[in-house]
């Protein structure tokens, strides 16, 4: 059974950092690559960052560009979002997913499994 577990989200003043962990049972590395998207009231799923099956190649939207990194652990087969500058427009439910087909996607739909979500607040 795939499981996606996130943690690592809270409430932080703007300009601080929070680092997202996805701890992925069930998948065996290296056979995904793994996404995170954001998602707040009323608005869809949106795109944040994506890594390939062995975390040579990176994609970031516009908005988050230079300020978030992704990585992850081969060896704990866990995924990583370190978030500085935080902004309150970065406010949202930040979920991981898990892409079988191993490259980097940014279409929401594209990916198999997902995580069940933690939510960041970034006050002003």
């Known amino acids: 059974q795939v499981q996606l577990v996130e943690s690592g989200g809270g409430l932080v003043q703007a300009g601080g950092s929070l680092r997202l962990s996805c701890v992925a049972s069930?998948?065996?590395?290296?056979?995904?690559?793994m996404g995170w998207f954001r998602q707040v009231p009323g608005k869809e799923r949106e795109f944040v960052a994506a890594i390939n099956w062995n975390g040579g190649r990176t994609l970031y939207a516009d908005s988050v560009k230079g300020r978030f990194t992704i990585s992850r652990d081969k060896v704990k087969n866990t995924g990583y979002l370190q978030m500085n500058s935080l902004k309150p427009e970065d406010t949202a439910v930040y979920y991981c997913a898990a892409d079988l087909t191993m490259g980097l996607v940014v279409d929401s739909g594209a990916y198999d499994y997902w995580g069940q979500g933690t939510q960041v607040t970034v006050s002003s």
């Open positions: 069930g998948l065996t590395f290296p056979t995904y690559a």
